[in-house]
């Protein structure tokens, strides 16, 4: 038999407690991150012949370093390594929820999506493609009702077969636009001779060089065993294009363009319905 663990991540309300809980029954434990006051669930469970632990992360709409629980949950993914991120998708609320998974996806490791209340997306209307959406995000995408625990076999199925075979669920990139795309390959060249950089995804610490993220720049000068200069025309660079643009707004910008273009190929909403009498 085989072991892995993966990493549950979703908003707040698309279902993750319903979901750990249709996993892991009565067989988990709340703790709390350490150092901190955030509850942490693990539970341990088995599908088929492959043991699973499963961890709860925080639920969160994004994962910018400004919140402690969005903190906590690209943390564990980038420093912990989980085998599969489980990335619970209210399909009821889709284009918000997929502004957390296309960043979970650049955060490099394998992404399923547990595309969930499917039964409320049907009951209003909405027709998704999930086929299609799964091709043009790059990652695998399993339709479930978390309440009524359907989906959840086959969702086992597929994160147990991306564990085996990551190159399955890698996603596809964000397209951020010639300016910014530079930028993001130079500060990947930079960052090859960075030891500290190289356990996590380049162009993941590429696009947090951009964004001036402190914990990332602190993260890559620490212990540094190379030449600091290395750090700071880094530092140096990320400041002078800060200068030009607000870059994270463009970021951000540029990750909503990308999840409109996929919900238009991929999900056909009822047209808005005018009040009707009742
Ligand atoms: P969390 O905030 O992500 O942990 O979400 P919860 O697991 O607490 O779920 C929020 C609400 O949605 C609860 O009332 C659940 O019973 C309900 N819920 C979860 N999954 C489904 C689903 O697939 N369909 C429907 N209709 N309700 C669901
Ligand atoms: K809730
Ligand atoms: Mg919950």
């Known amino acids: 038999s085989k072991n892995i663990t993966i990493a549950l991540a979703g908003n707040p309300n698309s279902g993750k407690t319903t979901l750990f809980n249709a996993l892991t029954g009565a067989r988990h434990h709340v703790g709390n991150w350490a150092g901190v006051t955030v509850e942490k669930k693990e539970g341990r469970f088995k599908h088929k012949d492959t043991e699973i632990i499963g ?35 209210d399909a009821s609320n889709i284009e918000r929820n997929l502004y957390l998974s296309v960043q979970l996806i650049e955060l490099g490791k394998p992404v399923v999506i547990a595309l969930n209340m499917m039964d409320v997306a049907k009951s209003r209307g909405y027709k998704i493609d999930v086929n299609k959406l799964s091709k043009l995000l790059g990652v695998p995408i399993v339709p479930i009702v978390a309440s009524k625990k359907q989906g959840i076999s086959e969702l086992l199925d597929e994160v147990v077969k991306v564990s085996s075979n990551k190159s399955l669920a890698k996603g596809n990139p964000v397209d951020y636009g010639k300016k910014l795309e530079n930028k993001i390959t130079e500060n990947i060249e930079s960052l090859k001779s960075n030891p500290k950089a190289s356990k996590y995804d380049l162009r993941w610490v590429a696009l947090r060089v951009i964004e001036e993220d402190e914990e990332i720049m602190e993260l890559l000068n620490k212990n540094h065993t190379s030449s600091a200069s290395d750090e700071i025309a880094i530092a140096s660079e990320a400041l002078e294009i800060s200068l030009e643009d607000d870059f994270e707004c463009l970021i951000a910008d540029r990750r909503y363009n990308h999840i ?8 056909k909403k009822p047209a808005v319905q005018g009040l009707t009498a009742s």
């Open 260 to 267: 409109t273009s996929i919900i238009s190929k991929s999900v």
């Open 55 to 89: 961890v709860d992360l925080p639920g969160t709409y994004s994962l910018s370093p400004y919140s402690l629980e969005e903190k906590i949950a690209r943390n564990y993914i980038v420093e912990e390594s989980p085998d599969v991120v489980v990335n619970i998708v």
